[in-house]
């Protein structure tokens, strides 16, 4: 379960504020998938990250009582300078998992050979998401958290990324926020609506996908 008490998210830039959440409280209910939905700017990347621990809102509490994933395919909290080796092991480390097993899952999954014993400051983008991806796919998490869902390689290595999610899936929750209305109705049976600094919760993800598309008429 996840669970907003009261939270309010605002940013304050040159001299302007912006509400993304006004005393907000509800819950995630554990075995439900939601799609987060709301016109661009309402704040969905920032409320998905609010749930993903990386960024705090300004009053109020986020409690989680179920292991909630980084963005899948992030990798943006590697350190760039260290290879990919020491960053796996500094991961899976910070979550309590064996660092043998992890890397041994990475380094079959990522495809990297030698490259994993450089520094990621020397990846393409699309390694650094082959290793990112197989990180994801290495700890187990009880919710993984999607921020659009991005092509990670070339065809071969995005279908074994989809038949190893699918597995996950089966035993974990999604959030994810999407433009395509279709993968959010895929992947998700609930909807959430950000709306004037309001987070509203429908059952039927498709009450919020039409709700979603009369703010975008």
Not at 61 to 83: C, E, N, Q, Y
Not at 138 to 144: E, K, S
Not at 146 to 161: H, K, L, P, S
Request: glycine share 10%; hydrophobic share 40%; net charge neutral.
């Amino acid at each position: 379960m996840i669970r907003f008490e009261n939270v309010t998210k605002i940013y304050k830039t040159d001299g302007h504020r912006r509400t993304i959440l006004e005393r907000v409280s509800l819950t995630l209910k554990p075995g439900i998938s939601y799609g987060i939905l709301g016109i661009n700017g309402a704040g969905k990347s920032t409320t998905m990250r609010m749930i993903g621990g990386t960024e705090e809102p300004t009053s109020g509490k986020i409690k989680r009582a179920l292991r909630v994933s980084w963005p899948l395919g992030f990798g943006g909290g590697f350190h760039p300078m260290m290879t990919g080796r020491d960053n796996v092991i500094f991961v899976a480390r910070v979550y309590g998992e064996d660092p043998k097993r992890v890397l041994d899952y990475v380094e079959d999954f990522s495809e990297l050979g030698s490259y994993l014993d450089v520094p990621i400051r020397t990846y393409s983008s699309g390694m650094s998401q082959r290793l990112a991806f197989g990180m994801s796919m290495a700890i187990p998490f009880d919710c993984y958290l999607i921020d659009e869902v991005t092509a990670v390689g070339d065809a071969r290595f995005q279908r074994r990324c989809s038949e190893v999610f699918a597995e996950r899936r089966q035993t974990a929750d999604v959030i994810m926020v999407s433009h395509s209305m279709e993968t959010i109705r895929e992947w998700c049976s609930q909807g959430i609506v950000l709306i004037n600094g309001r987070a509203i919760i429908y059952e039927d993800v498709n009450d919020a996908i039409e709700v979603y598309r009369r703010l975008n008429a």
